[in-house]
Nanobody, 109 residues
Framework: QVQLVESGGGLVQAGGSLRLSCAASISISPMGWYRQAPGKQRELVATITAGGSTTYADSVKGRFTISRDNTKNTIVLQMNSLKPEDTAVYYC??????WGQGTQVTVSS
């Protein structure tokens, strides 16, 4: 069973930054972050392959950066210039199959 363990998240004021990390129990690709706000569907935030190819939702381009350390099976989402609309539970996903437990990100105005 593949495990994805997330860390980071929390409460920050608008314009601030947060960093999310996700460690996988094995090497998997791609890995990425999704988020789900109350009353809304889960949506893609960013993904990254083992080779470093990335995709981003239009809403986060230029503000969020996804990176990975293949030696540690870990990905990091650096979130800058956060907005209240970024408030959601953020989930790590691996290989389009596995989900982390989720971590809350709250951005206050």
């Amino acid at each position: 069973q593949v495990q994805l363990v997330e860390s980071g998240g929390g409460l920050v004021q608008a314009g601030g930054s947060l960093r999310l990390s996700c460690a996988a129990s094995i090497s998997i690709s791609p890995m990425g972050w999704y988020r789900q706000a109350p009353g809304k569907q889960r949506e893609l935030v960013a993904t990254i392959t083992a080779g470093g190819s990335t995709t981003y939702a239009d809403s986060v381009k230029g503000r969020f950066t996804i990176s990975r350390d293949n030696t540690k099976n870990t990905i990091v989402l650096q979130m800058n210039s956060l907005k209240p609309e970024d408030t959601a539970v953020y989930y790590c996903r691996g290989a389009y199959l596995y989900w982390g437990q989720g971590t809350q990100v709250t951005v206050s105005s």
